[in-house]
């Protein structure tokens, strides 16, 4: 089966950019999406189709999908971006497939 | 506004089944396809299973084939996912979410606000 993986923990200074990334066997291949979800709440994608972000997602958020790995930015982290960010991506042989999950903390 | 609304949360004994709704509202319930993702606490998003709410077809992950299946009443625009024989395991908090085509991609763009599910004796 597919399987998607991401560093459990990424730490940032406010106003710096975070990275956060997601490995998969040929990861370009595919399109990659990314979540937010904070404490209490339910996903919100901020990136879809490796590097587009929906209505109403701020500029900050950034995405490039590449050989295995997809990486998701953040420009100028604020502390409102303090969450969860899960990537997900489509395979034809386990169908919809979410990484593990990064905790992105905003110190 | 466009949302999903999910049914409330539930105790289930171990080997007992559960089904939890999905009702959508704001948009056309079958021109988009419903997803079922499950959280256990402090685990990564698990997805389930889908449908398409317009023909009813369904697809499963492996994991759960044979002991879950997705639903719909399109007169009501409600989604129900039933999954059956539950364990401890199977605490979590389960969400439904909708499919959208952004026209050059897909993502779950909007998500039901979770049903949490206890499974205990």
């Known amino acids: 089966s597919y399987e998607l993986t991401q560093p459990p923990s990424v730490s940032v200074s406010p106003g710096q950019t975070a990275s956060i990334t997601c490995s998969g066997d040929?990861?370009?291949?595919?399109?990659a999406c990314w979540y937010q979800q904070k404490p209490g709440q339910s996903p919100l994608v901020v990136i879809y189709?490796?590097?587009k972000r929906p209505s109403g997602i701020p500029e900050r958020f950034s995405g490039s999908n590449s050989g295995n790995t997809a990486t998701l930015t953040i420009s100028g982290t604020q502390a409102m971006d303090e969450a969860d960010y899960y990537c997900?991506?489509?395979?034809?042989?386990?169908?919809?497939?979410f990484g593990g999950g990064t905790k992105l903390t905003v110190l | 506004q466009v949302q999903l609304v999910q049914s409330e949360a539930e105790v289930k004994k171990p080997g007992a089944s559960m089904k939890v709704s999905c009702k959508a509202s704001?948009?056309?319930?079958?021109?988009?396809?419903i997803h079922w993702v499950r959280q256990a606490p402090g685990q990564r998003l698990e997805w389930m299973g889908w449908?398409?709410?317009?023909?009813?077809?369904?697809k499963y992950s492996q994991k759960f084939q044979g002991r879950v299946t997705i639903t719909r009443d399109t007169s009501a625009s409600t989604a129900y996912m039933e999954l059956n024989s539950l364990r401890s395991e199977d605490s979590a908090v389960y969400h439904c979410?909708?499919?959208?085509?952004?026209?050059?991609?897909?993502?779950?763009?909007?998500w039901g606000q979770g049903t949490m599910v206890t499974v205990s004796s």
């Open positions: 979410a909708r499919e959208y085509y952004y026209g050059s991609g897909n993502a779950f763009d909007i």
């Open positions: 704001g948009y056309t319930f079958t021109s988009y396809p």
């Open positions: 449908i398409n709410p317009g023909n009813g077809n369904t």
């Open positions: 040929k990861l370009g291949d595919k399109y």
């Open positions: 189709q490796d590097n």
């Open positions: 997900q991506a489509w395979d034809s042989s386990t169908a919809w497939v």
